[in-house]
């Protein structure tokens, strides 16, 4: 009789814990709107980024953003973009009289300010990083092709992980 009430007292405690918890999908159609979050975070302008890294960044942010619908006319939000790139080489597996490596990273570094437009207002200003990697020929083209699709990656992988933090930024700040 005991362990009945003792597993009794366990199962309405953790049902009393549950209660409290405020976790709850991202992604999830709101109460009020029905609608997800992709919609809701139509409202962002991104003005154009000066090189080639952060305007690929930023197209496929754009893409991602507005379901490839485009910047939006009148946005609540504007989301200024500072990228740098940076390459290191890895590790040398054949090595020769010079000791040319054989793999390098591209290492792409976002810094972000999202700005509320009606007061501007700070929502968040966060780094992103996104790496990837290429493999090194004895071919000086294709060294310079390798290089620039690993930009492209990472590019694309920093663009996938802002999104998802701005998300989580304006759910945090109310905007969604």
Known sequence: ????????????????????????????????????????????????????????????LIFLLNGGSGQPANADYELELKVSTSSTKLLTINPTNEDEPTAEKVTVTTKYKLVRVSDDTVVSERRVLATASYDVSGQEFANIRAERDAENRAARDAAERLRAVIAADLKRAGGI
């Open 1 to 60: 009789m005991r362990t009945l009430g003792a597993h009794f007292a366990i199962v309405a405690l953790s049902s009393l814990l549950t209660v409290g918890c405020t976790v709850q999908p991202l992604y999830a159609p709101t109460a009020s709107t029905g609608v997800s979050s992709p919609a809701t975070l139509a409202p962002i302008h991104i003005p154009e980024v000066k090189d080639r890294v952060g305007q690929q960044l930023r197209n496929h």
